[in-house]
Structure formats: C-alpha cells, structure tokens
Nanobody, 124 residues
Framework: VQLQASGGGVVQAGGSLRLSCAAS????????MGWFRQAPGKERAFVAT????????LLSDSVKGRFTISRDNAKDTLYLHMNSLKPEDTAVYYC??????????????????WGRGTLVTVSS
C-alpha cells in the first residue's frame, strides 16, 4: 500500500501549485484523507481534510481561502490546490489516508497511511 505525493517545487510568492497524491496497492475511495505539512524546524501540522466522497472538507485557518482540497475516486487521487502562496507555506507536504473512517479528520493519529512528502518552497 502506497501513497505517492507529487507536484511540489519552487514558486514565487503569490503563485500557485497543485499537489497530487496517488494511491496504489488498495483503494481509499471509502476513506477520509488529508494533507499535512512540516515546515523547517516545526512539527508536522494539519492543512486540509476531505471525506470519502468529497462532500465535506476542512481547512486550517492559515490556508483557508487560498487552498482547496479535492479528490477523484475514479483515479484514486487526492489533490491540494494552492493559490496565493506565501513564504510561510514553505514545507514538506504529506498526504494521508484513514484505514477506518469515511469522514474528515484533523488529528494525525487518525491516519494510518502516509505518503513520503513533497517539498514546496515559496520564495519572496
């Protein structure tokens, strides 16, 4: 079972990126999923979460209004659309999936599967 995050890179402040997280080995179409990030020198923190069918989502206050989370269950892929990026968004972004639970979840301990992370660097 694997989650592979991609789409990170270097972008100027105010720019946009779209992160993708592809699942392999099993389907997560009935699982809540989420994105977390770890900035340099900081602990990993919640960014966004979405329920199994995409009808419900939560975002952290720091990204609300700028980021959107979505999923395509036919492709077993999770997305994070990031707009108006700021230097403080610089971090390694991780996708995660719940083994039990179809709903949204902000707590990291509710996720059983984690991707390796993709680095996003926002230059000022």
């Amino acid at each position: 079972v694997q989650l592979q995050a991609s789409g990170g890179g270097v972008v100027q402040a105010g720019g946009s990126l779209r992160l993708s997280c592809a699942a392999s080995g099993r389907t997560f179409s009935r699982s809540g999923m989420g994105w977390f990030r770890q900035a340099p020198g900081k602990e990993r923190a919640f960014v966004a979460t979405i329920n199994w069918n995409g009808s419900s989502a939560l975002l952290s206050d720091s990204v609300k209004g700028r980021f959107t989370i979505s999923r395509d269950n036919a492709k077993d892929t999770l997305y994070l659309h990031m707009n108006s990026l700021k230097p403080e968004d610089t971090a390694v972004y991780y996708c995660a999936a719940r083994s039990v639970g179809v709903g949204v979840a902000t707590r990291q301990d509710l996720y059983s599967y984690w991707g390796r992370g993709t680095l996003v660097t926002v230059s000022s």
